[in-house]
């Protein structure tokens, strides 16, 4: 699939036998863990994205987007800066896009210019991603709620001997 639609990139890649066979078995190493029609659906998925012939990398990325719903890396940062507050409660793509936004730190990445912050944000998303390869469940975040008993308001009396009560502990 790769030569066909990568025709020159491909040849000027593997110019020889050798070099193909190194990158076959570069590639097989790299791949192993991926069911055929994962690795499949990866080179698919790069076709459709990518004008450039993809990295082992980006593959690994492309064939492990099928199985645990990862994003590029370019749209996870996308979606952590755009994601409005509170962050838990937004529906992340994956758990993985949050919690690299998280450990980027939120101020960080809404305070900064994507040349600053993109390349903290990315370097923690390469991290998560590893991880998620390698069968590690990342778990949601813990989405905020009300309480589920408010009470009952004070009457205005009640309010009054409060906020009496609090001007004479604070001597006000």
């Not at 990315?122 to 590893?130: F, Q, S």
């Amino acid at each position: 699939m790769f030569k066909l639609n990568y025709h020159n990139q491909f040849s000027a890649a593997f110019p020889d036998t050798e070099t193909l066979h190194h990158a076959k078995r570069l590639w097989l190493e790299a791949m192993g863990a991926f069911e055929a029609q994962d690795i499949m659906q990866g080179a698919k998925r790069a076709i459709l994205q990518s004008e450039y012939l993809p990295t082992v990398h980006k593959m690994l990325q492309l064939c492990a987007a099928g199985e645990n719903g990862l994003p590029e890396a370019r749209a996870a940062y996308r979606e952590a800066c755009n994601a409005p507050s509170p962050k838990t409660n937004h529906k992340w793509s994956h758990p993985a896009v949050y919690h690299a936004g998280r450990e980027s730190n939120w101020y960080f990445l809404a305070n900064n210019p994507e040349s600053i912050a993109y390349p903290v944000f990315v370097e923690h998303y390469r991290k998560l991603c590893a991880r998620v390869l390698e069968g590690e469940k990342l778990s949601a975040p813990e989405q905020l709620k009300l309480e589920e008993n408010p009470g009952t308001p004070l009457s205005k009396e009640e309010n009054a001997q409060k906020m009496a009560a609090l001007r004479a502990e604070l001597g006000i």
